[in-house]
């Protein structure tokens, strides 16, 4: 089990079969390279409760019947498949090294120890994994994600039983970065149930992802949150972000989409705009799905292409 693959061009063997992608409102899957659209299986409320720091899976029972209808008929050939966790059952961080140790326990020995603080949870019992980025400044700079075994063990049991092998779990603000190839300064907020994730990108490089569980499903919690985020990329990147960029905010209980995003622009003064995807529309449970594709299939293909019958 890998936790975290860098997304861009991450399977160099032929894909897995199957691609699930799980949130509190259900799981989402799909079978690359079938022409199908994304399906979906809805969990009811008392199924999953999103956290890092417990079990995440309430009723156990229902959450493998859903996971079984996802997966289809079982075979007697174990299917290779991608798995999509929440954002707010894990931790991500971004790290600079001015030195890095050329040995993998090296290199893992100092990540969790940068990590140790950061986290909720003990470090020593956690899946940790992370990948560079090339930033062009000299330094190594490292995407890192951990979240605690007994909390990955329980989601991927029921998918070992349908006769899954789940050979590459991440998370789905980390598939769903995929989506975000622009230049200059990006803020992307995304939002899942009671999860609200900001990520910010420069040229593509991610420079930070937070993740919060909103008290209340409105546009003032989330803005509290944006804000200060806003107040990160001036102070820490000195210029003000080209865009802010909007997922799943159908779920907000007190405004709409088009209608947040024209008030943003205007108290903020940069353009607001919805994440978008060829594959479909990145919604808040789905997105993980949708850049996974566009790590498979870029954007310059047609879905006829990218999805062959």
Known sequence: MS????????????????????????????????????????????????????????????????????????????????????????????????NFPEKPEEQMSLVR????????????????SYYAQNTGKGKIELVVAAVALEIIARYEAPFRAAGLHTGVV????????????????????????????????????????RCVELPEMTADEVMAVVFPTIAFIEDELAAKPDRLTLCGFDGLQDARMDELAQRWQAEFGVPVGQLRSPFGTPGQFNSGILGYLESLYPSGRSRAEAVPA
């Open 3 to 98: 936790f975290l693959r860098n997304i861009t061009g991450f399977l160099q063997d032929p894909p897995p079969e199957y691609v699930f992608e799980v949130s509190e409102g259900g799981i989402a899957y799909l079978r690359p390279g079938s022409s199908r659209e994304v399906g979906f299986e809805p969990l009811k409320d008392d199924v999953l409760s999103i956290s890092p720091l417990r079990d995440n899976i309430l009723r156990p029972e229902e959450f493998a019947a859903r996971v079984n209808a996802a997966a289809g008929p079982s075979t007697k050939k174990r299917r290779r498949a991608v798995l999509i966790l929440p954002d707010f059952s894990a931790r991500v961080a971004v790290l600079d090294f001015d």
């Open 113 to 128: 120890f940068r990590m140790k603080k950061g986290v909720p949870f003990d470090i020593d019992d956690a899946a940790l």
């Open 170 to 209: 991440t998370l789905s603000s980390l598939a769903t970065a995929e989506l975000e190839k622009n230049s200059g300064i990006t803020l992307l907020a995304k939002l899942s149930g009671r999860a609200l994730t900001v990520s910010v990108f420069r040229d593509s490089v991610v420079r930070l992802v």
